[in-house]
């Protein structure tokens, strides 16, 4: 089994950062990619930043230019450095990690608990 556990949120001003990591532990082989997803209450859940093994990164287009993903391979963590909150950024942020366990032939979808964020206007 592989745990995902968040932290970082909260509640931030328009204009404000706020920073969440993300570290993966359990039985690990290899992480191909982690990232972030959000949900605003009454949307989808939609991809906000994945940063992929190979140094290859996405961002959502609401994003670029303000958010910035990267990862620690050593500690298996992932972070999102994110500036210039909105308030259309509120949501619960979901940490995702495409794993490969020891003991499996494919890599499998991880996640976690989620953490508030919250932009005040």
């Known amino acids: 089994q592989v745990q995902l556990v968040e932290s970082g949120g909260g509640l931030v001003q328009t204009g404000g950062s706020l920073r969440l990591s993300c570290a993966a532990s359990?039985?690990?082989?290899?992480?191909?990619?982690m990232g972030w997803y959000r949900q605003a209450p009454g949307k989808q859940r939609e991809l906000v930043a994945q940063?992929?093994?190979?140094?290859?990164?996405n961002y959502a287009d609401s994003v670029k230019g303000r958010f910035t993903i990267s990862r620690d391979n050593a500690k298996n963590t992932v972070y999102l450095q994110m500036n210039s909150l909105k308030p259309e950024d509120t949501g619960v942020y979901y940490c995702n990690a495409v794993v490969l366990s020891r003991g499996s032939v494919f890599y499998n979808d991880y996640w976690g608990q989620g953490t508030q964020v919250t932009v005040s206007s």
């Open positions: 940063a992929i093994s190979g140094g290859r990164i």
């Open positions: 359990g039985s690990i082989l290899r992480i191909n990619a």
